[in-house]
């Protein structure tokens, strides 16, 4: 298989396609597949990029636990839309875990202060 990020794409839409994967994973892959490609676009990407989406077809599925890999919740909904709306579904969804990780990076930090402020207080 070429090296090109094109080539690789192309190859890899045309597995996801002809897999045994139900119809969210293929969605959600092809979406991550795309989403590799816009990026692309404006920086550049390698091999690895492209390591969850051979991982997911090497194993025939995407575990719960593996959604966070491809910036997303598992979405049992995300087959009943189509175009745009299965898209902007995506991207909400996208958006959602965006916030959330950001939040939570906030509440650790917070937290962190918090304890380092007291471990400084206690040992003076």
């Known amino acids: 298989m070429p090296l090109h990020p094109n080539s690789i794409f192309q190859d890899l839409k045309n597995k996801i396609e002809k897999s045994e994967l139900d119809k969210t994973e293929k969605i959600v892959l092809i979406d991550n597949l ?23 077809l090497r194993k025939g ?4 636990e593996d959604y966070a890999k491809f910036g997303l919740f598992k979405d049992s909904n995300l ?29 650790m930090k917070k937290i962190f202060c918090k304890k380092s402020f007291l471990h400084m207080e206690l040992n003076n």
């Open 61 to 64: 599925k995407i575990e719960d």
């Open 34 to 56: 795309n989403k590799l490609l816009r990026e692309q676009e404006v920086q550049r990407i390698t091999f690895f990029e492209f390591e969850d989406i051979f991982t997911t």
């Open 79 to 107: 087959k009943t839309f189509n175009g745009k709306e299965q898209q902007k579904r995506l991207d909400l969804n996208r958006d959602f875990l965006n916030l959330l990780n950001k939040r939570m990076i906030l509440i």
